[in-house]
T-cell receptor
Framework: GQQLNQSPQSMFIQEGEDVSMNCTSSSIFNTWLWYKQDPGEGPVLLIALYKAGELTSNGRLTAQFGITRKDSFLNISASIPSDVGIYFCAGRSARAAGNKLTFGGGTRVLVKP | GAGVSQSPRYKVAKRGQDVALRCDPISGHVSLFWYQQALGQGPEFLTYFQNEAQLDKSGLPSDRFFAERPEGSVSTLKIQRTQQEDSAVYLC???????????????FGPGTRLTVT
């Protein structure tokens, strides 16, 4: 089963709002990744984090690697309709053979009606 | 093409049938991974190849699941005697070390949605 807990499980956004989501683990990871998945497609890599405390941006997205190495968060600023989708965090352990990833359950971002 | 491709995109199988799912990784990528994604869940690791060698198959749920990559490029995931609980999206990802950083991140294909009836 999955070891990463993502929250919230779902959220509604209004255009222009800032949103954030996070991911926690019971074990240490040496890499944190954030992916976005649209319906019928595979996950697309958004941001990769390699050092504890690292803060990295990709356009309107900002992610941080927690200093305990057991958590990470993703912020989306000034959201737009195409931000809708499912966001997954993924971690890679130093002990993971071949760099396999462990994924969270996802945060579903939906548009406010 | 430039990305990872998978075929078929959709497969419906009757319980008990065997299925074969194909993955074409990004050209030159050394590592290839298979993941299973149940409805509403995140992907879960199944198995990993480095070139033609299967180095980790710890995630395969039963001996009905078998994967191969005989020439170190295209890979096939085979499921024998399919069961309803095998219904899921099967994702393939490939990676290779970045020349600049040494890190290597996984790039995913669109997946094959398997429905067992």
């Amino acid at each position: 089963g999955q070891q990463l807990n993502q929250s919230p499980q779902s959220m509604f956004i209004q255009e222009g709002e800032d949103v954030s989501m996070n991911c926690t683990s019971s074990s240490i990871f040496n890499t944190w990744l954030w992916y976005k998945q649209d319906p019928g497609e595979g996950p697309v890599l958004l941001i990769a984090l390699y050092k504890a405390g690292e803060l990295t941006s990709n356009g309107r997205l900002t992610a941080q690697f927690g200093i305990t190495r057991k958590d990470s968060f993703l912020n989306i600023s000034a959201s737009i309709p195409s931000d809708v989708g499912i966001y997954f965090c993924a971690g890679r352990s130093a002990r993971a053979a071949g760099n396999k990833l462990t994924f969270g359950g996802g945060t579903r971002v939906l548009v406010k009606p | 093409g430039a990305g990872v491709s998978q075929s078929p995109r959709y497969k419906v199988a009757k319980r008990g049938q065997d299925v074969a799912l194909r993955c074409d990784p990004i050209s030159g990528h050394v590592s290839l991974f298979w993941y299973q994604q149940a409805l509403g869940q995140g992907p879960e690791f199944l198995t990993y190849f480095q070139n033609e060698a299967q180095l980790d198959k710890s995630g395969l749920p039963s001996d009905r699941f078998f994967a191969e990559r005989p020439e170190g490029s295209v890979s096939t995931l085979k499921i024998q005697r399919t069961q309803q609980e095998d219904s899921a999206v099967y994702l393939c990802a490939s990676s290779t070390p970045s020349l600049g950083t040494g890190h290597y991140e996984q790039y995913f294909g669109p997946g094959t949605r398997l429905t067992v009836t």
